[in-house]
């Protein structure tokens, strides 16, 4: 079973900045696409930004150019650096380690939250 533990999240005004991580124990992160989704109140959770094991990430056209994930596999960790923050930017972000039938596995979400 891996964990997942997600920090960073947190209140910010609008216009600013947070980096969200999630590091994962055991031994498959290098080998797996992770990425952040994130659900806002009322809404479906979709997807944010993926990374790869071969290091192409991909974006929801809400966050590109604002967004950028990265990854340490040394580390076990994802990052999510959040930049020109938004109020719909608002949800409870998770992260997921995936490797395409084998195995999904997800944070237990972090709440960031944007003020106008």
């Known amino acids: 079973q891996v964990r997942l533990v997600e920090s960073g999240g947190g209140l910010v005004q609008a216009g600013g900045s947070l980096r969200l991580s999630c590091a994962a124990s055991?031994?498959?992160?290098?080998?797996?696409?992770v990425g952040w989704y994130r659900r806002a109140p009322g809404k479906q959770r979709y997807m944010v930004a993926t990374?790869?094991?071969?290091?192409?990430?991909y974006y929801a056209d809400s966050v590109k150019g604002r967004f950028t994930i990265s990854r340490d596999n040394a580390k076990n960790t994802v990052y999510l650096q959040m930049t020109s923050l938004k109020p719909e930017d608002t949800a409870v972000y998770y992260c997921r380690v995936v490797r395409a039938g084998e195995y999904d596995y997800w944070g237990q979400g972090s709440q960031v939250t944007v003020s106008s």
């Open positions: 990374i790869t094991s071969c290091e192409s990430s």
């Open positions: 055991g031994s498959i992160f290098s080998i797996s696409t």
